[in-house]
DNA sequence: CCTCAGTTTTTAGATACTAAACTCTACGGT
DNA sequence: ACCGTAGAGTTTAGTATCTAAAAACTGAGG
């Protein structure tokens, strides 16, 4: 017989391979345009806190490098252009073009849906009960460098 | 004042965006040999459910094509070797070698080691409060293969 | 003016995957 | 016995994503 914290253990195994998976497929479509998950998330960091690549790639977890490819390929695909100070030629500051604020948008939108969903499995639960849930999900937060450690080292 | 459910919700973007993130730095390294994720995933579903490789692409939901080359790269790098059933010269059957033997010896034994560190944290919590951990999971494992956003810190 | 530090770009190479063409085998029907 | 076809596996070309390292550019200080 599966214990409790067996059974648990097992579905947040499940959980976390559902997550691995649904964060590749992750691709917006917008009047034929289609973006990738790099692309979507460096648009997402931008539109938080606008800085420069560097800063950028930093709170992307990536080279500076990945993330001048992915803005290269943004300003192909005519959503974002780079604009030069001309006081600080040295740095790059993203604009997005009308159409990008458009797609923008309309990513935030369909992001609400998907948010409102989540929302909505979330209010099926009382109070003192997500209490028990943050906190477990605080102790989850815990691991991930612990995790990243050992499959790295020996 | 942020509110019970928008505070799990922020949670839950939060650990998504790290179970995505190491899922992605998930490297196993044996006697110089290094195993990525793919190939990982494939000698896990192979040892669990031996079966052929279109099989097991509907298992890794790839195609038959990505698994025919994570195969490749296994027998490349030692790990496996293709065989033949004379009976069914079809299909193909994968065999460990010594050394593919001993590395998943290797990784099963950091991968319970891992399990262990989340056991640890599971077993902080009560059976009740398992029991409501187990029934949110089941919700969110319920929702559509759409993935919730990431860096949208609201 | 030259060098140094910081920013961005480029290039080469790697993993991972798909789609589609292709090969090989097995089997059923005539 | 032959043909056609279905299924298993491979190969190829192309895409996305990323890293590491070299290169290009800019601003500032001695």
């Known amino acids: 017989m599966e214990t409790r914290p067996d059974k648990v253990n097992r579905k947040l195994s499940a959980l976390i ?15 034929g345009l289609k973006l990738y998950p790099s692309e979507i ?11 420069n690549a560097s800063h950028m790639a930093d709170m992307l977890n990536v080279t500076k490098g990945a993330v001048s490819q992915t803005i290269s390929r943004l300003v192909k695909k005519g959503v974002l252009v780079k604009e ?8 790059l500051t993203l604009i997005f073009t009308p159409l990008g604020k458009e797609l923008f ?9 998907v948010d409102g969903k989540f929302m909505d499995k979330i209010s099926k639960f009382r109070d003192d009960e997500l209490a028990i849930i943050d906190r477990f999900m ?9 995790i990243k450690d050992l499959h790295t080292n020996r």
Chains 1, 2 share one sequence.
């Open 17 to 31: 391979n559902k997550i691995i998976f649904m964060g590749k497929k992750n691709i917006f479509e917008f009047r």
């Open 84 to 91: 030069k100070d001309p006081f600080l030629k040295n740095e």
């Open 138 to 146: 605080d102790e989850i937060l815990e691991l991930p460098d612990q």
């Open 41 to 51: 998330h460096l648009i997402l960091v931008m539109n938080e806190t606008p800085t």
């Open 105 to 113: 948008q309309a990513y935030k939108r369909i992001s609400q849906t």
